[in-house]
């Protein structure tokens, strides 16, 4: 099974770029990095994905090692509403989708 | 669209009641997945259906059965429910990224 690992929690200035780690040292060649945030104990929702390439989007932007082991999302210009639990995951093997513990962004006025 | 429903939303059990939770999406997905989270921790993924006709254990399946009655409905049953069965049990579904539905908040005494 493919796994993710990333911090446990950051903290990030109010309207500064903050940058998510993610490893997948274990994702296959043909499955895609995937980004989705959890604020309160709603859903996740989606954020963004990509292969190979690094990709932007109005949310955010993602960017993926050339070894594709490690991936970042980049929230340009945090704000306190993106204060939540940030989980990276791939498209999953044989669909498959299972997630890491997540990382808790705090944003700080 | 309604996208992923989940009923009920919220449910208390005494141990050793059996329950189903259903969940239903809108999309045309192919694919359905079942959740749970626990306090303070990330997803893990009990069962999934990659397929309409086809189920398969995820991390954490014992205690757990689950029916994909139609490619619109997945369904979650507690057979014999137990203390440690609490959680938020969210379903998903996906054809790239995932959508989930709102959670059901499962407490059992």
């Known amino acids: 099974d493919a796994k993710t690992t990333q911090p446990p929690s950051m903290d990030c200035a109010e309207g500064r770029a903050a940058n998510l780690p993610c490893n997948h040292s274990?994702?296959?060649?043909?499955?895609?990095v995937y980004w989705y945030r959890q604020i309160h104990s709603q859903g996740p929702q989606y954020i963004i994905h990509?292969?190979?390439n690094n990709e932007t989007n109005e949310m955010a932007s993602l960017i993926i090692t050339e070894d594709r082991k490690s991936s970042t999302l980049i929230l340009p210009h945090a704000t306190l509403r993106d204060t939540a639990v940030y989980y990276c995951?791939?498209?999953?093997?044989?669909?498959?989708?299972?997630f890491g513990t997540g990382t808790k962004l705090q944003v700080i006025p | 669209n309604a996208g992923v429903t989940q009923t009920p939303k919220f449910q208390v059990l005494k141990t050793g009641q059996s329950m189903t939770l259903q969940c239903a999406q809108d999309?045309?997905?192919?694919?359905m997945y079942w959740y749970r989270q626990d306090p303070g921790m990330g997803l893990r993924l009990i069962y999934y259906?990659?397929?309409?006709?086809?189920?398969d254990k995820g991390e954490v399946p014992n205690g757990y059965n689950v029916s994909r009655l139609n490619k619109r409905e997945f369904s979650l049953r507690l057979e014999s429910a137990a203390p440690s069965q609490t959680s938020v049990y969210f379903c998903?579904?996906?054809?790239?990224?995932?959508?989930f539905g709102p959670g059901t908040r499962l407490t059992v005494l």
């Open positions: 998903a579904s996906k054809v790239y990224e995932q959508f």
């Open positions: 274990t994702i296959s060649g043909n499955e895609y």
């Open positions: 990509g292969l190979k």
């Open positions: 995951s791939d498209s999953g093997g044989y669909q498959k989708v299972t």
């Open positions: 999309m045309n997905h192919n694919s």
């Open positions: 259906s990659a397929s309409e006709g086809t189920t």
